[in-house]
């Protein structure tokens, strides 16, 4: 049965690769300007980010669980550290606390999920509450942007540096990939990620401490949305926690379980998260140049994502196990 299911996760990644394929060729032919090289990049660094949050979300996803509050807690990490840097905080010291918050609130809910036991849909969509509304309340005062403060130093080259051509958000979210890759495919905690997502119960009893690792996926899915964070304000100068309230966490569920990612857990890997976040980008590109609606775009986009959702319980469908969890 693992072995059928793998071969039809591939059979979705290969048809959305396909379909990524001949979207790009009709939007090369029928939009002027599609292929230029500056498109191209701007195509690829435009969803450089979401890749990121997506590798974030695919560690939780892939141990049978969700992580809504990724895009609460990059925001008000790292809009509290920028307020910090502006009110006279050295650089480095600042980032540490942006970094120690972002940790601090995922420890917090991986713990409510492990030891709590409670569902990790309900647990996290509680933890993006609690962040976003105790971060405006007595972190970041006073405003909704929170600028880029003049004196970040070499920081700042995270989001508009360049290497070999190449802007350095594609190469952090490029290095974040491969990291994720490696460390899913050659160490014990990735494969004991593995091993809680295709059976929990069996896992436990095979010595691997489950709760332990619970705990442990969703630090490591807080590392990466900090950094996610900090490429984003340097990108564009302002960390708007406004970005809460938008549909980014959507469009990050949308890009791991379009790709061929298990919503049950145990299915997946990065190739799945770029591919699916490679559609989304040459999609959202496409629209953008032909001027389409804010609101048509996302309105395509759920469709995507309902699409997506169904056939996730199609080839993967949920077992009596999963059920018991009571995660999504």
Not at 32 to 46: D, M, T
Not at 66 to 75: E, H, K, R, S
Not at 98 to 122: C, K, N, V
Request: charged share 10%.
């Amino acid at each position: 049965m693992a072995v059928s299911r793998s071969k039809r996760s591939f059979s979705q990644e290969r048809i959305v690769f396909l379909i990524t394929i001949a979207l790009f060729a009709v939007f090369a032919v029928e939009l002027n300007n599609f292929l230029a090289p500056s498109n191209l990049l701007a195509l690829v660094r435009s969803v450089a980010v979401l890749g990121m949050l997506g590798m974030a979300m695919l560690v939780v996803v892939l141990g049978r669980g969700i992580d809504l509050a990724i895009v609460a807690n990059m925001a008000i990490s790292v809009g509290w550290a920028l307020q910090l840097i502006a009110g006279g905080m050295p650089v480095w010291l600042a980032l540490c606390v942006g970094l120690a918050f972002a940790l601090g609130m995922s420890l917090i809910g991986g713990i409510l999920i492990a030891y709590a036991e409670i569902p990790s849909l309900f647990a996290t969509l509680a933890m993006a509450t609690f962040i976003y509304g105790f971060g405006r309340a007595h972190l970041i005062t006073g405003t909704d942007v929170v600028y880029l403060p003049h004196d970040m130093g070499p920081v700042v080259q995270l989001g508009q540096g360049m290497v070999a051509g190449i802007p350095m958000p594609i190469v952090v979210a490029a290095a974040t990939a491969f990291a994720a890759y490696l460390f899913l495919k050659y160490t014990k905690p990735g494969r004991f990620i593995f091993a809680m997502g295709d059976n929990f119960h069996a896992a436990r009893i095979g010595g691997i401490g489950v709760r332990p690792m619970l705990v442990f996926q969703y630090v490591l899915s807080g590392s990466a949305t900090f950094l996610a964070g900090l490429i984003t304000a340097t990108s564009v100068g302002a960390m708007n926690t406004r970005i809460v309230n938008s549909n980014m966490i959507y469009d990050v569920i949308l890009v791991v379980v379009l790709g061929g990612v298990g919503l049950s857990g145990g299915r997946g890997g990065v190739r799945n998260v770029i591919v699916g976040t490679l559609l989304i980008g040459v999609l959202m590109n496409g629209m953008t140049i032909m001027d389409v609606q804010y609101t048509v775009q996302n309105v395509i986009k759920s469709l995507i994502l309902l699409f997506a959702i169904v056939s996730d319980s199609i080839i993967n469908p949920r077992d009596e196990q999963t059920g018991q969890q009571g995660d999504i």
